[in-house]
């Protein structure tokens, strides 16, 4: 589970990016923690890159999808 210490740099979010289902090789718009929708497991992706198609798979949970947890978004100012 994703964790965190400083609840200042936080910001809840109802936007539709943590709605879509990503498929290993599938290219993510959004740079960010993934969680696997199946085990729970989660990786860090860049924007524009694809999602890892040989991280792990499941044998007998199901397939692989990926659910985007925590997504990281630059600061307007630059810094």
Same mark, same amino acid.
């Not at 936007?15 to 989660?42: H, L, M």
């Given at each position: 589970?994703?964790?965190?210490?400083?609840? @200042?740099?936080?910001?809840?979010?109802?936007?539709?990016?943590?709605?879509?289902?990503?498929?290993?090789?599938? $290219? $993510?718009?959004?740079? #960010?923690?993934?969680? &696997? @929708? @199946? &085990?729970?497991?989660?990786? $860090?992706?860049?924007?524009?890159?694809?999602?890892?198609?040989?991280?792990?798979?499941?044998? %007998? %949970?199901?397939? $692989?999808?990926?659910?985007? %947890?925590?997504?990281?978004?630059?600061?307007?100012? #630059?810094?």
């Amino acid at each position: 589970m994703a964790q965190y210490k400083y609840p @200042t740099h936080i910001v809840e979010t109802k936007s539709w990016a943590f709605d879509q289902d990503w498929k290993p090789g599938q $290219v $993510v718009r959004n740079a #960010g923690i993934y969680r &696997c @929708t @199946t &085990c729970g497991d989660e990786i $860090v992706v860049d924007k524009g890159a694809a999602i890892p198609k040989s991280h792990h798979e499941h044998t %007998l %949970l199901g397939p $692989v999808a990926w659910k985007l %947890l925590v997504f990281a978004q630059k600061h307007p100012s #630059g810094g």
